[in-house]
């Protein structure tokens, strides 16, 4: 089996727990072949544990340095992060794509690659093989009183309760790392899903 990971999100936590899992993957079936996409410091770390980078793993983009640009005195505001990443998950996307059409991948993995759920949800490109989505969070709330603010963070969460088609068609699953208490007990907004009852199965 030939499998394409992408260790998105931010920081080193989702790649350390990549790594674990590839571990896991080898242990039980050690012929699986893996090749990984993500952005920096991901990326050199995969690189010092040994792990075969794909060529594309270059032009993938770092979700932690548009975090970085956002940030103010050491606080991160994460709807405002979503909404600058939104243009580099665009580009994440395409680079997924192209590393899917130059590899005869069986099964693509995504660590909080949100790129690939709103790229799949406005119909930019399908996912041609099995896509496992790996989530540590539901949903976005708002950090600030702000209009502006809620409205986004009710766009993001609209964008977010649609995802719930995409994983029923059998093609793709949303595993959710962590306890059913982790998740909030609420609504994503007015109208929308309750967001535990929203999540996908927990591990």
Known sequence: MKLLYVSGSL???HVTRDLAIARA??????GIDIRWLAGEPARSMLQQAG???HPQASAYRSDTLVAERVARQGQLNVPAYAFKAGREWLGNARVIRRALREGSFDVLVGDETYEITVAQEFHLF?????????????????MTGRLAERLGVYFWNLVWSADRPMYAKG??????IGEPE???GTRFGPLLPDRRQHAPPVL
């Open 11 to 13: 920081g080193l936590g």
């Open 25 to 30: 993957l080898r242990r039980r079936s050690p």
């Open 51 to 53: 792990e075969q980078l």
């Open 126 to 142: 399908t996912v041609p093989v099995p896509f496992v989505m790996l989530y540590d969070f539901v949903g976005l709330d708002a």
């Open 171 to 176: 093609n793709s699953h949303g595993v959710f």
């Open 182 to 184: 982790d998740i909030p």
